[in-house]
């Protein structure tokens, strides 16, 4: 059984780089918070998350390899638990993190349920159903990983349709007049592109990629 080398990332090595996700996003949060409400502090915080982890998911998939068993996979490199692609699952399981703590303080101390909380609790369950198995490498076969790390790439891009949403809440308090109709109008239209596009298009050619792969992918 072909296994990952040592130069794959210990689990605490992860763990540190998914802490420091969280801690930048708890940062950026706070920061934001100063001069923005709370509603318009997590559209930007999540609007750069996005923009982030899409730009590198985007980056993994232009680099993509043909693969005989599931159609492209990721290059080495990139492949590589520390290289940027991985490191960006872990970052983004940080950001995750930060916001599941979020809404515990929200709802434990100031005795308030923020907005679409229990959406956002099922989505980062999945979340780290998903991250996990492509973050924490050692002692797993390379061709898993390598088949899971290009699925979950090719999954992240779906980011992108998040960049618009966020756009799309932030400028409903934006410039008046007919500017501000345009620049809302081309946000939605931009939306209503992307998620086509790199949700429904996209997520149909990773689930593809994942049934392809099932061989070697427990």
């Not at 931009?190 to 050619?205: E, K, P, Q, T, Y």
Request: a positive charge; hydrophobic letters at 50%; glycine letters at 8%.
């Amino acid at each position: 059984v072909c296994s990952v080398d040592d130069s794959e990332p210990t689990a605490v090595e992860h763990v540190r780089t998914i802490a420091a996700g969280t801690a930048c996003s708890g940062i950026a949060y706070g920061l934001c918070r100063l001069l923005l409400s709370s509603d318009h502090t997590e559209d930007a915080v999540d609007m750069v998350h996005s923009l982030a982890t899409s730009c590198t998911a985007l980056y993994g998939y232009a680099n993509m390899e043909p693969n005989s068993m599931y159609t492209r996979s990721l290059p080495a490199r990139l492949a590589s638990g520390r290289g940027p692609v991985v490191r960006m699952f872990a970052l983004s399981l940080g950001y995750f993190a930060a916001d599941l703590i979020k809404i515990a303080v929200d709802v434990l101390v100031r005795g308030k349920f923020p907005n679409l909380w229990a959406g956002r609790l099922a989505h980062h369950t999945i979340q780290l159903g998903a991250n996990w198995p492509g973050i924490f490498g050692r002692g797993k076969p390379a061709a898993q990983l390598l088949a899971w790390r290009s699925g979950l790439c090719m999954a992240y891009m779906a980011e992108v349709s998040s960049i618009f949403l966020r756009l799309s809440n932030l400028l409903r308090h934006g410039p008046a007049g007919m500017r501000g109709l345009r620049l809302r109008k081309a946000a939605n239209w931009a939306l209503v592109l992307s998620f086509f596009g790199s949700r429904i298009v996209n997520f149909a050619a990773a689930i593809s990629m994942f049934v392809q792969a099932k061989p070697v992918i427990p």
